[in-house]
């Protein structure tokens, strides 16, 4: 079922974006660092949408990797004093 609800969300996405893709054909002036460009509006807004993505994707990652770095800190800890309580008390001798 799980997998049916992604390929209906998929369609209605290439849905949406045909949509707008024929919606957005005008040309728009783009000016960057080295010139100017003109294209379509929808190519402007596709790219600046995987430009995004891109860069919460990375975001995230890093997020992803500090996380998994702090569970592997805190399991290092518990497995020390998980040694420490298993160890045998000493008599003290007076």
């Known amino acids: 079922m799980n ?5 209906l ?18 040309p728009v002036s783009v000016n960057y660092l080295f010139g100017m460009v003109d294209l379509p509006l929808i190519v402007v807004i596709i790219v600046s949408l995987l430009i995004g993505a891109l860069l919460v994707g990375i975001i995230s ?10 569970i ?3 399991k290092n800890r518990s497995y ?6 298993d160890e045998p ?3 003290q001798e007076d």
């Not at 997998?3 to 390929?7: A, E, G, S, T």
């Not at 020390?80 to 309580?85: A, V």
């Open 9 to 26: 969300f998929a369609l209605i996405l290439v849905l949406i974006i045909t949509l707008l893709s024929v919606a957005n054909v005008d």
């Open 3 to 7: 997998k049916q609800w992604r390929i």
């Open 80 to 85: 020390l004093s998980q040694e420490k309580t």
């Open 61 to 70: 990652s890093l997020r992803i990797i500090q996380l998994q770095k702090k």
């Open 89 to 91: 008390v000493k008599d």
């Open 72 to 74: 592997r800190q805190l």
